[in-house]
C-alpha cells in the first residue's frame, strides 16, 4: 500500500535547486534521472506557482512525489481504486501546463 502525508504547506516559487530536490532527492542529480531537459521545462512550467507541501521527515531525502486528479495524464496510477487521486505523469504534467492544457495549481508536489 502507498501512504502520502500531508503536513506543513511550502509557500514560495520553485528554483532550479529546490526543483532538483523534488525531482530527484537530495544529493542527486536530476538530468542522470530525467534527461537534460526536464528540469529547465519543470521549472518553466511550475517555477511561480507549484503547490509544495511538506510530507514529514521520514523520506524528506528521497523524491517527493506528485498528486493530481487527471486520469488520463500519461503514465498516471489512480493510489487507490475509485479514490480520483492520481500519482506519476510528471514528463506528460511538465507537457500539458507548458501548453496550457493544465495549470500549475492543477498538481501538488
Do not use: C
Not at 4 to 33: E, H, Y
Not at 49 to 56: H, I, R, S, T, W
Not at 89 to 100: D, M, T
Amino acid at each position: 500500500s502507498t501512504a502520502v502525508a500531508l503536513n506543513a504547506p511550502i509557500q514560495r516559487g520553485m528554483d532550479v535547486r529546490f526543483a532538483s530536490r523534488l525531482l530527484a532527492g537530495a544529493g542527486s542529480d536530476p538530468t542522470k534521472i530525467w534527461g537534460g531537459t526536464l528540469l529547465a521545462n519543470f521549472v518553466a512550467a511550475f517555477g511561480r506557482e507549484a503547490l509544495v507541501v511538506f510530507g514529514g521527515p521520514d523520506y524528506e531525502t528521497k523524491p517527493g512525489r506528485m498528486l493530481h486528479r487527471f486520469a488520463d495524464l500519461e503514465g498516471a496510477r489512480e493510489i487507490g481504486q475509485g479514490s480520483g487521486i492520481f500519482v506519476g505523469g510528471l514528463e506528460a504534467a511538465v507537457s500539458a501546463v507548458r501548453q496550457s492544457q493544465a495549470r500549475p495549481d492543477d498538481f501538488l508536489f
